[in-house]
Each structure stands twice: as C-alpha cells, then as structure tokens.
C-alpha cells in the first residue's frame, strides 16, 4: 500500500509544477480551441500534413529535379562517396568557376541511397520520403512551439511540461497546411530544405535539454549545448541556412532562460551601469555559452570557406536583377519589396509560382512607383513589432514576440540579398523554416483577439476555416507538381511577364513533340526577354528541324553574340551552315563550341559528320572516335565510323570496331544490325546471321532489317528465308529501296529452279 500511495502522489506533484507554472500569463487560457493530449495532438498533425501532400507521391520529376538527381553523376554507384564532399548541389566540382557553390553533400547522399534502393530513377521513392520528412517535421513543431509560446519549464523528474498546448497545436497546425511550403516537399530538390529544417529543430530541441532544472537550481549540460552545435553543422551540411539555428538558440538562451531585458540592457549599457550581471548577462553561464556557439558557429563557416575554395557564384542578371542595378537606392528599395512579398505570400499564399525571375516582377526604379506602399506596410509591421517586443512591461509578451521575429528574420538572412547575391529574386522555399515565425506571431495574434472577442467560437470557427481553405491550395498546389506541364502552365497566369516561364512551356511541348505550340512560347519568351539566349537555342533548333534555315542562323547568331561562350548555339549554328552547304563556316563554328566546352562528344559527331560529306574520311573518323572517346555510349558516332570504314572497303577495320562498340553498348540494335552487315560481306554469315536476328527480336519493325537479312539470305543460298525477310521488309515498308528489286530477282531465280526441277 504504501508503495502504491507513492506511485499515485508522483503524477500530482508534476500536475501541482504545471500549475504553479500556469500562475503566469498563458496563451491558451482565453483561446477557444481544441484540447488534445501530446500524442494525439502529433498524431493529428502527422496526419494533416500527410492528406495534404500525398497526391504529389506519384509525381515526376520536374524543374530542377533534372539537374539535381537526373544528370547528377554523384548519384551513381560508380561516382566515389568522397567525391560528394567535393562537389556542389548539381555534381559540380566546387573549384570550378561555374560551380553555384552549394554545398549541400548530406542532401545528396539522400538522393543517392534512394537512387540504389529503388534501383534506377523511379521519382516514387524520392517523393514518399520528402512527405514522411515533412510530416515528421510537423510533429516536432508541436514540441518547438509549445516552448516558444509557453515557454521552457520541467517537472522535477527533468520531463518538459507543455504550457500551451492548445496554440502549440494550432501553430503546428498552421506550419503543417501551409500552401507555401508545397514547392519543397512535392518539389524533390525541396529535401535540401526538409533535411535542414530537420536538424534545425533537433538543435534547438536540444538546446533546450540543456536547461534541465534539479534541486541544485538552474546548471546546463554542456553535452546537449555541443551536440546542438553538431546538430547544426549538420543542418548547413543539407542547406546553407541551417547555420542560423546557432544565432537563434543563443537569443533564445538570453531571452527565455536568462530573461534578459533587452531594452533596459540597452539603457544600462547607455548609462554605462556596472549592474550588467544583475541584468542576467553573466547569470548562468550565458557568455560562456554564447561563445561556444558563436566558436562553433564560426569554425564551420571557416571549414566550409576552404572546402569551397574559391569565391561566391557568379549569378547572371535575369537570375536576380536588382542585385545588378546601378543605383544603391534602387537595390535597397527592391530588396525591401521582395522582402514584403515573402510576408505576403506567408499571409496570403494563393499565388504561388515555380520561378519568380526574368521579369516576373518588374524592377522598382522612383518612388512614385506605386508598389513603396507594400514596403511602407512591411516596415510599420515590423517596427510595430519590434517596438512592442522591446519595450512592452508584459515580460511573456516580449519573449514570444521576439522568439516570433527571430525565427521569421534570422534563418530568412541568408536569402536577403544583405551578405552576399542570391540567384533568386523569390524562392517560396526558403521561407520553409521563417514560416516558424510566422506561425507563432499568427497564433499570438490569434490569442490577443480570443481575450478581447466575446464570441470566441466564431473567432475559432474562422481559424479553422483558414487551415482547410489551406489544406485545400495544398492539394492543389500538390497535383500541379505531379509534372511539367501542369507545373509550367500554373505560372503563366502569376507571373505572365516572366520569360522563362514561357521558356519551360514551350520546351515541354517540344519534347512532347508538338513544335508548333513550342515556337509560339519560346517566341514569347524572346520578346519578354530580347537576351534569351537559351530560348534563341532552342527556337533556333525546332526552326532548323522545320527546314527555316534563315531565321535559324539568325537567332542561332544572335544568341554566340549576346554570350559568346555559348558552346550549343555554336553547335547548332554549325549544323544549320552545314545545312545551307557553307561548309567551312560551319567547321570554324564547331570549332568554338569545343574550345569553349572540352568534352563535347556531340560536337565532335556533329563535325565528324562534316568531314564525311567532304570526303575528308581521316578526319571524320578522328572526329567520331574523339566523340566515343568522351562518350564511350555515343551510338551514332560508333555506327558512323562502322559504316564509313564499311562504305571505303576497310571491312577488317570496320569488324575490329564493331566489336569494340558491341562490348560497350551490347544491347544496342542499331550496332548489331552494322556489325551484321560487315560480316555478311566478309562471308562470316552465321555470325551474321546471329546478329541480324538479334537486331531483329530488339526491333522487329525495321524493314531495313529484315532486307538486308535477307540479303545475307540470299547470298548464302538459303532462298525460302530469302524471300520471308524481303516479304516482311516490303510489308513494312513498301517503297524500301532495293528491296523490290532484290526481291524480284530472287523471284525470278525461284521459277528458274522449279522448271529446273520439272
């Protein structure tokens, strides 16, 4: 019995802590909302958050996804694991001078262990973990937001108590439905910003495991500090905004654990007060442990610094204009506006677009640009905040008001354009983690209005109605990622003036196949943007494939102009001279693509294929095997040269290289088939035979395959095969040259041998 009653007086006690530490000011006390016990209360964010994006499980891969995991090389087996560590985001070496220089190689590890799992590219197991990665991180929100708005307290058994937990699940709530974050968990590349966020809230959870309290009164675990010191180079190791979680644990541990006054601090520092330690500068060990953060914090960046090597990216005007613009004045006025549309689309986050550059928001270059207004709103907001977060008497309102704006502004820095140039001018994306802040000011909000509404169910009524107009736009937004085309075509209507826009839509009509509707978007896209050189490229190449050479070259000119070091336009301006018969200008042309890019195997072919129509055969075959040499499965340049040294008599040569392009690409029909047609003229025709029909059963509907089967057929004396491939062949395709003929001829051997016979 006695045991018994001990058991039953432990839970009172830590209900008896609860409640003494509810004696202060406390969010939910006034807020009408749902109650639920800390596992039910994840469990129903877990399963909010997982309704509102998982229609984008089954999605393609779409935008930058391309880049990232596609034409990644650091995702292959073959590529060493340490070469991740010396490569940016898009596989690139971090040396190199086009390299974007973001250093994410954690997020890339991800990707590479989904790419062996699922054995190939399949975009299925790529989606299910940013959703899980979402979810999980929704659920963690719970914790984070039940200490920034109740605050940081334990029972005597060392077990975090939730003061707020109410607002603690509506602001979780808030951050799991919210539209904007759909770009980064539908999105596959979004990982960099999941992984991040992930790490981000186990540092600062850990962080605060450092504050447990024990009958000895306040102390802190430096074991917790440093592994939330780890937690957040890890962090930065997945995305470079990870290392902002050190700043904020370090204003978190003045304001929360040390209760620090920041305005009456900055008046004693003012007055020049040798109180400071009164004011909780020194109480606690709050210096050291600033210290060891800023130590930390500054190690990392160091060690990043020399893995990366040399200096920042270079970014090209269109990627982020007004951080080309002349002006002081204009950069700083434009920066402010994308600023107010990054708090617009966190208010209001119904116009959401894939790529917010190349005109889609116009330059502001005079004050009587109408659009000061959103940046005049901004500043009152937030100067209207930081005043009520500095200088308001009620210490629970300061706290929460200054954790919302921290974590709104801090993790948002290194996107501000402030230390250094961004390639972006919005990227719904990197309001992932500022969306924290948001949601805690928003439920703050939320509180001050439930305290003064005398209908506070109403007050409710329309707060749940925000998150399912939310969840709504989530699934939504979600089904437009599910592929380019819906993903494309959604931005023409936001952003309208933005060139690449029109850009991506036209080339995911043309590589549907449709090069009419593309020429119309790409000519969109010229307009918009006049230095487009890509849009020239590509409109450039459909125009070519159309036979309208003229305006061709003239684009495909226009575009080595604008950006000389353009190696495709050079190639494609060689193709297009070659075809207009201007032979040496399309030498010189596929000449500087290659000086400008040094492994260009297509160029080579391209090349390769212009000695050949000059006869120049030395030549074209140097050409095509510098192409396999750079691109050991070129398949064109591997049949060029078989069929060259094939056409000039060179048939032992023409084997020796057939082989050697079988062993490397042995499943390639089109190989087999050349191959097949030297050995048939060597009169190796059983092993022609072999090759010819293993060509065959990988394409079954080549007429010329069954001709020249038949063929070999023919020569060998075996008739009735002979005349079933030209059969085959000419029911394929009637009009195959030389087949009619062929056929006749064997036709007509055939009668001569049956009135040999009767």
Same mark, same amino acid.
């Given at each position: 019995?006695?045991?018994? !009653?001990?058991?039953?007086?432990?839970?009172?006690?830590?209900?008896?802590?609860?409640?003494?530490?509810?004696?202060?000011?406390?969010?939910?006390?006034?807020?009408?909302?749902?109650?639920?016990?800390?596992?039910?209360?994840?469990?129903?964010?877990?399963?909010?958050?997982?309704?509102?994006?998982?229609?984008?499980?089954?999605?393609?891969?779409?935008? %930058?996804?391309?880049?990232?995991?596609?034409?990644?090389? %650091?995702?292959?087996?073959?590529?060493?694991? =340490?070469?991740?560590?010396?490569?940016?985001?898009?596989?690139?070496?971090?040396?190199?001078?086009?390299?974007?220089?973001?250093?994410?190689?954690?997020?890339?590890?991800?990707?590479?262990?989904?790419?062996?799992?699922?054995?190939?590219?399949?975009?299925?197991?790529?989606?299910?973990?940013?959703?899980?990665?979402?979810?999980?991180?929704?659920?963690?929100?719970?914790?984070?937001? &039940?200490?920034?708005?109740?605050? @940081? !307290?334990?029972?005597?058994?060392?077990?975090?108590?939730?003061?707020?937990?109410?607002?603690?699940?509506?602001?979780?709530?808030?951050?799991?439905?919210?539209?904007?974050?759909?770009?980064?968990?539908?999105?596959?590349?979004?990982?960099?910003?999941?992984?991040?966020?992930?790490?981000?809230?186990?540092?600062?959870?850990? +962080? $605060?495991?450092?504050?447990?309290?024990?009958?000895?009164?306040?102390?802190?675990?430096?074991?917790?500090?440093?592994?939330?010191?780890?937690?957040?180079?890890?962090?930065?190791? $997945?995305?470079?905004?990870?290392?902002?979680?050190?700043?904020?644990?370090?204003?978190?541990?003045?304001?929360?654990?040390?209760?620090?006054?920041?305005?009456?601090?900055?008046?004693?520092?003012?007055?020049? %007060?040798?109180?400071?330690?009164?004011?909780?500068?020194?109480?606690?060990?709050?210096?050291?442990?600033?210290?060891?953060?800023?130590?930390?914090?500054?190690?990392?960046? /160091?060690?990043?610094?020399?893995?990366?090597?040399?200096?920042?990216?270079?970014?090209?005007?269109?990627?982020?204009?007004?951080?080309?613009?002349?002006?002081?004045?204009?950069?700083?006025?434009?920066?402010?506006?994308?600023?107010?549309?990054?708090?617009?689309?966190?208010?209001?986050?119904?116009?959401?677009?894939?790529?917010?550059?190349?005109?889609?928001?116009?330059?502001?270059?005079?004050?009587?640009?109408?659009?000061?207004?959103?940046? *005049?709103?901004?500043?009152?907001?937030?100067?209207?905040?930081?005043?009520?977060?500095?200088?308001?008497?009620? &210490?629970?309102?300061?706290?929460?008001?200054?954790?919302?704006?921290?974590?709104?502004?801090?993790?948002?820095?290194?996107? #501000?354009?402030?230390?250094?140039?961004?390639?972006?001018?919005?990227?719904?994306?990197?309001?992932?983690?500022?969306?924290?802040? +948001?949601?805690?000011?928003?439920?703050?909000?939320?509180?001050?209005?439930?305290? !003064?509404?005398?209908?506070?169910?109403?007050?409710?009524?329309?707060?749940?109605?925000?998150?399912?107009?939310?969840?709504?736009?989530?699934?939504?937004?979600?089904?437009?990622?599910? #592929?380019?085309?819906?993903?494309?075509?959604?931005?023409?209507?936001?952003?309208?003036?933005?060139?690449?826009?029109?850009?991506?839509?036209?080339?995911?009509?043309?590589?549907?196949?449709?090069?009419?509707?593309?020429?119309?978007? +790409?000519?969109?896209?010229?307009?918009?943007?006049?230095?487009?050189?890509?849009?020239?490229?590509?409109?450039?190449?459909?125009?070519?494939?159309?036979?309208?050479?003229?305006?061709?070259?003239?684009?495909?000119? @226009?575009? *080595?102009?604008?950006?000389?070091?353009?190696?495709?336009?050079?190639?494609?301006?060689?193709?297009?001279?070659?075809?207009?018969?201007?032979?040496?200008?399309?030498?010189?042309?596929?000449?500087?693509?290659?000086?400008?890019?040094?492994?260009?195997?297509?160029?080579? /072919?391209?090349?390769?294929?212009?000695?050949?129509?000059?006869?120049?055969?030395?030549?074209?075959?140097?050409?095509?095997?510098?192409?396999?040499?750079?691109?050991?499965?070129?398949?064109?340049?591997?049949?060029?040269?078989?069929?060259?040294?094939?056409?000039?008599?060179?048939?032992?040569?023409?084997?020796?290289?057939?082989?050697?392009?079988?062993?490397?690409?042995?499943?390639?029909?089109?190989?087999?088939?050349?191959?097949?047609?030297?050995?048939?003229?060597?009169?190796?025709?059983?092993?022609?035979?072999?090759?010819?029909?293993?060509?065959?059963?990988?394409?079954?509907?080549?007429?010329? /395959?069954? =001709?020249?089967?038949?063929?070999? /057929?023919?020569?060998?004396?075996?008739?009735?095969?002979?005349?079933?491939?030209?059969?085959?062949?000419?029911?394929?395709?009637?009009?195959?040259?030389?087949?009619?003929?062929? +056929?006749?001829?064997?036709?007509?051997?055939?009668?001569?041998?049956?009135?040999?016979?009767?």
């Amino acid at each position: 019995q006695i045991c018994n !009653q001990h058991n039953a007086e432990a839970p009172n006690l830590e209900q008896a802590l609860h409640r003494m530490a509810q004696t202060e000011p406390n969010l939910d006390h006034d807020v009408s909302w749902f109650l639920l016990p800390s596992y039910w209360a994840k469990m129903v964010v877990a399963l909010i958050s997982f309704l509102c994006f998982a229609n984008s499980y089954d999605g393609d891969f779409v935008f %930058d996804d391309s880049e990232a995991i596609i034409n990644n090389k %650091d995702l292959r087996a073959e590529t060493p694991l =340490g070469d991740l560590w010396h490569h940016d985001f898009w596989g690139s070496k971090l040396s190199s001078n086009t390299s974007h220089k973001s250093y994410r190689p954690l997020t890339v590890l991800t990707f590479r262990i989904n790419y062996l799992f699922a054995g190939g590219f399949y975009p299925v197991g790529f989606h299910v973990i940013n959703i899980i990665l979402h979810c999980t991180i929704s659920v963690l929100m719970v914790d984070v937001f &039940s200490i920034l708005l109740g605050g @940081l !307290q334990f029972s005597n058994k060392g077990r975090r108590l939730n003061l707020a937990p109410k607002t603690s699940l509506l602001a979780a709530l808030l951050f799991a439905v919210h539209p904007v974050h759909t770009e980064c968990v539908a999105g596959i590349v979004g990982r960099a910003d999941l992984l991040c966020a992930l790490f981000f809230l186990l540092s600062f959870l850990g +962080y $605060c495991k450092a504050f447990r309290e024990n009958k000895e009164g306040h102390n802190f675990s430096m074991f917790w500090v440093l592994v939330s010191v780890i937690l957040g180079a890890i962090a930065m190791l $997945c995305k470079e905004q990870g290392i902002t979680i050190l700043g904020l644990n370090a204003v978190f541990d003045a304001l929360v654990i040390n209760k620090l006054n920041v305005l009456e601090l900055i008046q004693k520092l003012l007055r020049k %007060d040798k109180s400071l330690e009164n004011a909780g500068l020194l109480r606690k060990g709050l210096l050291f442990r600033i210290t060891l953060l800023m130590s930390g914090g500054a190690s990392i960046l /160091y060690i990043r610094w020399r893995i990366m090597g040399t200096g920042p990216p270079a970014f090209t005007e269109v990627d982020n204009p007004a951080s080309f613009a002349d002006s002081l004045f204009v950069r700083a006025i434009n920066y402010n506006y994308y600023y107010s549309l990054n708090a617009w689309l966190l208010l209001c986050p119904w116009w959401l677009c894939f790529d917010w550059s190349m005109g889609c928001i116009p330059l502001i270059k005079s004050v009587s640009d109408w659009r000061i207004i959103a940046l *005049v709103a901004l500043w009152f907001c937030l100067i209207g905040l930081i005043c009520q977060a500095l200088c308001s008497e009620d &210490s629970h309102k300061r706290r929460i008001l200054t954790l919302g704006l921290g974590f709104l502004i801090i993790p948002f820095l290194p996107a #501000s354009n402030l230390f250094f140039r961004v390639g972006f001018v919005i990227a719904e994306r990197v309001i992932y983690l500022p969306s924290i802040g +948001y949601c805690v000011l928003f439920t703050y909000g939320f509180s001050l209005l439930s305290k !003064q509404a005398k209908k506070k169910k109403i007050l409710a009524v329309a707060v749940l109605g925000i998150l399912l107009i939310n969840v709504m736009r989530c699934t939504l937004r979600s089904s437009q990622w599910r #592929s380019e085309e819906q993903l494309f075509r959604s931005a023409l209507s936001v952003c309208p003036l933005n060139a690449k826009v029109h850009y991506n839509v036209g080339k995911n009509l043309a590589d549907k196949g449709n090069q009419s509707a593309a020429i119309k978007y +790409y000519r969109e896209a010229v307009r918009l943007n006049p230095k487009y050189v890509h849009a020239m490229n590509n409109l450039g190449n459909i125009l070519k494939e159309r036979n309208e050479l003229r305006e061709a070259e003239e684009l495909l000119s @226009l575009a *080595v102009q604008i950006q000389p070091d353009f190696a495709a336009a050079w190639m494609n301006l060689g193709i297009v001279q070659n075809s207009l018969r201007r032979f040496e200008e399309a030498e010189q042309s596929y000449w500087t693509a290659i000086k400008h890019r040094k492994k260009y195997p297509d160029c080579y /072919y391209n090349l390769g294929r212009l000695y050949a129509d000059l006869n120049r055969h030395i030549d074209a075959l140097n050409a095509w095997r510098n192409a396999t040499v750079l691109k050991p499965e070129h398949s064109l340049a591997w049949n060029n040269m078989i069929i060259l040294l094939d056409n000039t008599g060179n048939l032992a040569q023409a084997e020796a290289v057939g082989r050697e392009a079988l062993e490397l690409i042995p499943n390639d029909h089109s190989l087999m088939f050349s191959l097949a047609n030297v050995l048939g003229k060597s009169q190796k025709y059983k092993e022609s035979e072999a090759l010819f029909l293993k060509a065959i059963k990988a394409n079954p509907n080549a007429a010329s /395959y069954h =001709g020249n089967l038949a063929v070999l /057929y023919h020569r060998w004396g075996n008739l009735d095969l002979a005349k079933k491939h030209y059969e085959v062949s000419l029911k394929l395709d009637p009009m195959a040259p030389g087949t009619k003929e062929n +056929y006749n001829l064997l036709r007509r051997k055939l009668e001569q041998l049956q009135k040999k016979g009767s």
